[in-house]
């Protein structure tokens, strides 16, 4: 059983920069690949940035470039560093943790962009 706490989401201009983290507890976090996915009212959840247990990272065409995806093994911590955002990054984002058929999401992280 893995929990997962995010924070760090917020009000933004266009244009500024947030990081997001997510806190890992109860299993073993280096073994994890994990990610990050977004909701925004009426959408459907969809994939923002992954990080494998080895440190491959993808992103969506739509964040690349702008957000970058890391883990401190150390912290049980996933980060997501967003720049240069756009009022279409406004969503609720999420934390995701896999291994093999294990999979688990943390509660979400407000996120809005606007001027």
């Known amino acids: 059983q893995v929990q997962l706490v995010e924070s760090g989401g917020g009000f933004v201009q266009p244009g500024g920069s947030l990081r997001l983290s997510c806190a890992a507890s109860?299993?073993?976090?280096?073994?994890?690949?994990m990610g990050w996915y977004r909701q925004a009212p009426g959408n459907q959840r969809e994939l923002v940035a992954t990080i494998t247990s080895a440190g491959s990272t993808m992103y969506a065409d739509s964040v690349k470039g702008r957000f970058t995806i890391s883990r401190d093994n150390a912290k049980s911590t996933v980060y997501l560093q967003m720049n240069s955002l756009k009022p279409e990054d406004t969503a609720v984002y999420f934390c995701?943790?896999?291994?093999?058929?294990?999979?688990?999401w943390g509660q979400g992280t407000q996120v809005t962009v606007s001027s």
């Open positions: 109860g299993s073993v976090f280096s073994l994890y690949a």
């Open positions: 995701n943790a896999k291994l093999v058929r294990l999979n688990y």
